[in-house]
Nanobody
Framework: QVQLVESGGGLVQPGGSLKLSCAAS????????VGWYRQPPGKQREFVAS????????????DYADYVESRFTISRDNAKNTVYLQMNSLKPEDTAVYYCNAIRSITIRTPVYTWGQGTQVIVSS
């Protein structure tokens, strides 16, 4: 059973930055696209960003939710089986628990594994 571990969340002021990390056990991200999702308080989980597997020379195709507005950047290190989400210019509405998962494809975002615990991001002054 692949385990997903998200980290890097915390409390940050509006306009601040955080970098989230997501690691999968047992090389669980090998060959898969990976997506970041978030669940704001009292709301459904929603898509944030995704990235394809890529290659040794290509970091992968990325896709973002419209509300990201170029503030977030998803990347991955396949050698470390880890995916990152750099979040800049954070807003209070970015407050949520952030999750990652391997997905079937960048267009068919069906999650592959059981969700992890997520990492809490709170944007507040």
């Amino acid at each position: 059973q692949v385990q997903l571990v998200e980290s890097g969340g915390g409390l940050v002021q509006p306009g601040g930055s955080l970098k989230l990390s997501c690691a999968a056990s047992e090389s669980g991200f090998r060959g898969y696209a990976v997506g970041w999702y978030r669940q704001p308080p009292g709301k459904q989980r929603e898509f944030v960003a995704s990235i394809t597997y890529g290659s040794d020379t290509y970091g992968g195709r990325t896709d973002y939710a419209d509300y990201v507005e170029s503030r977030f950047t998803i990347s991955r290190d396949n050698a470390k089986n880890t995916v990152y989400l750099q979040m800049n210019s954070l807003k209070p509405e970015d407050t949520a628990v952030y999750y990652c998962n391997a997905i079937r494809s960048i267009t068919i975002r069906t999650p592959v594994y059981t969700w992890g615990q997520g990492t809490q991001v709170i944007v507040s002054s």
